[in-house]
């Protein structure tokens, strides 16, 4: 498969797959949170729209994305949603571009990539959150 070829929405939706099942292995694994319903709270915090689309911010001004990788964002970003019915169609649009990132690395088989940015993006999310973790580096 070549990504460059696969629309820029199937992308963003193998990313969403992608990043849920990080966002689940780090607050089993990482985080010790081993009540359902405390899995679901905190999972929100990391998988929301609005948290991806505060991250990307972060990530363009502080240089964390190659030029390549940005050029997967712009399109996944710009990429025709057919309904669009969230609340926050930016946020909406921001997340899409940062899922399409994370798409094309994982159907290229880049997973130390996708690590990387992970956990860029969890040491940013905790940081917002106010948590922080020495093992974490923001660089």
Do not use: C
Request: charged share 25%; aromatic share 10%.
């Amino acid at each position: 498969m070549r990504p460059e070829l696969t629309n820029a929405l199937v992308l963003a939706y193998i990313g969403d797959a992608v990043l849920e099942v990080l966002v689940r292995d780090y607050l089993v694994l990482e985080a010790g949170i081993v009540k359902p319903h405390l899995l679901q709270k905190a999972s929100i915090q990391y998988v929301s729209a609005w948290a991806q689309a505060d991250f990307m911010q972060a990530a363009k001004e502080q240089g964390w994305l190659t030029s390549q990788e940005l050029d997967w964002y712009r399109r996944g970003r710009n990429a025709h949603h057919a309904r669009k019915t969230h609340k926050d169609v930016k946020a909406h649009n921001e997340s899409s571009g940062f899922e399409a990132i994370l798409g094309t690395w994982h159907l290229m088989g880049n997973e130390p990539r996708i690590q990387e940015i992970f956990r860029l993006y969890i040491a940013y999310i905790n940081r917002k959150k106010g948590e922080t973790d020495e093992r974490m580096d923001l660089r």
